[in-house]
């Protein structure tokens, strides 16, 4: 199946710093990528969905000032957590996928970021 | 917008049994329903799919079901082994978004 890396796997910082992370389909053209965050032993909940070149769009109740998301390719999405609480400590992972406009096709999944926040 | 309900929530089984996993959705444009399994600290793996011009699927030790009419679909896992023990996800996709359900948490007994 198709290779999405995400980058930094693990992150700890403090409490009103921001953090980036990246997501990258490797070896294909992904026109969605999605991003998701995982709370321990909880399922995935979406958070936005970005389309290469247009911006983002954000699930109800998920601040978009907060989380910023980047879409500037065909193989690279990144989420900015703006001023980090410890609230936002969580599993962020980032997914890649197409549509072709006939149906839903499959996504593949990064590796996922847990980010800690002091 | 859609909503995924998944059961069971856990579930225990003696190896060499068979486990089945529901899933109701409630968007009837959901076209497509993947079935992710996740070890964990790592990312969910795909491991079966079905998309909504077809019924049944299967893949060795494990089949999915659907029905449309009814908005639910099924795994089917036999012969479990204890690797199959994971958290398995069902999801439901429009053209637009996938909605995950809950997660079950399969542990498979030696």
């Known amino acids: 199946g198709a290779v999405v890396s995400q980058h930094p796997s693990r992150v700890i910082c403090k409490s009103g710093t921001s953090v980036k992370i990246e997501c990258r389909s490797l070896?294909?053209?992904?026109?969605?990528m999605f991003w998701y965050r995982q709370f321990p032993k909880k399922s995935l909940m979406l958070m936005a969905t970005?389309?290469?070149?247009?911006?983002?769009?954000?699930e109800q109740g998920v601040e978009k000032d907060k989380f910023l998301i980047n879409h500037a390719s065909l193989t690279l999405s990144t989420l900015t957590v703006t001023s980090a609480h410890p609230e936002d400590s969580s599993f962020y992972i980032c997914?890649?996928?197409?549509?072709?406009?006939?149906?839903?096709?499959?996504?593949?999944f990064g590796p996922g970021t847990r980010l800690t926040v002091l | 917008g859609e909503n995924v309900e998944q059961h069971p929530s856990t579930l225990s089984v003696q190896e060499g049994d068979s486990a089945v996993i529901k899933c109701t959705y409630s968007?009837?444009?959901?076209?497509?329903f993947p079935w992710y399994k996740q070890e964990l600290g790592k990312r969910p793996q795909l491991i079966i799919d079905?998309?909504?011009?077809?019924g049944e699927k299967k893949d060795q030790r494990i089949a999915v079901t659907l029905n449309k009419t009814a908005k639910h679909f099924s795994l089917h896992i036999t012969e479990t082994q204890p690797e199959d023990s994971a958290v398995y996800f069902c999801?439901?996709?429009?053209?637009?978004?996938?909605?995950f359900g809950a997660g079950t948490r399969l542990t498979v007994k030696p």
């Open positions: 997914s890649a996928g197409w549509f072709s406009g006939r149906g839903a096709d499959t996504q593949y």
């Open positions: 070896d294909f053209q992904a026109t969605t």
């Open positions: 970005s389309n290469e070149g247009s911006k983002a769009t954000y």
């Open positions: 968007d009837s444009a959901s076209n497509y």
């Open positions: 079905i998309r909504s011009n077809v």
């Open positions: 999801a439901a996709s429009n053209n637009n978004d996938m909605r």
